[in-house]
């Protein structure tokens, strides 16, 4: 029977705990990457990549401290990769939660099919007065500039001075 190496095991349990990961499987996920991380080095590129993986699958059920704790471990890792995605982690995992804006309402309807959305109006909660316009009504009309062709033909001429200097040189 032969004998397969501590690295190579590692490889394959971190392989599947992404697959389970990917297939929404966190706890299942945990279970095979600490069995990975278990058999190989911490400080080396794969020991870094399940411990990415892992931190990943502790947020996922709900053990955001651990996560960020691991995280804040990784960013010394040797590896750029790893302590690269540690500190975008720890940036996504701690940073602050935005609040709900008061009478702000968004509606994401349901489309069963492209012809079956039908706006609903949201009522206001502040009435809007009937002489104030929402917004600022500006004509569009093309702005009349002939400052700009007079520097391109400004322009044109110097160009055409300077080469007959240089070319009479």
């Not at 297939?23 to 991380?37: D, F, M, V, W």
Request: include cysteine; proline fraction near 5%.
């Amino acid at each position: 029977m032969e004998e397969i190496s501590a690295e190579l095991l590692a490889s394959q349990l971190y392989q599947q705990g992404l697959s389970n990961f990917e297939s929404g499987n966190y706890q299942q996920a945990i279970a095979l990457l600490e069995r990975a991380q278990n058999l190989t080095a911490a400080d080396s590129n794969l020991g870094g990549e399940i411990l990415i993986w892992l931190a990943n699958s502790y947020d996922a059920t709900g053990k955001t401290e651990q996560a960020i704790a691991l995280c804040r471990t990784l960013k010394k890792h040797p590896t750029g990769s790893v302590r690269k995605s540690a500190r975008y982690m720890l940036g996504i995992l701690t940073a602050p939660q935005l609040s709900k804006l008061e009478g702000v309402i968004s509606e994401v309807p349901i489309l069963e099919s492209p012809d079956s959305y039908q706006s609903k109006p949201i009522a206001n909660t502040k009435p809007r007065s009937t002489s104030q316009k929402p917004f600022r009504e500006i004509p569009l009309q093309k702005p009349v500039s002939d400052s700009q062709n007079n520097f391109l033909w400004f322009a044109i001429a110097i160009s055409l001075i300077s080469l007959i200097v240089w070319y009479a040189l």
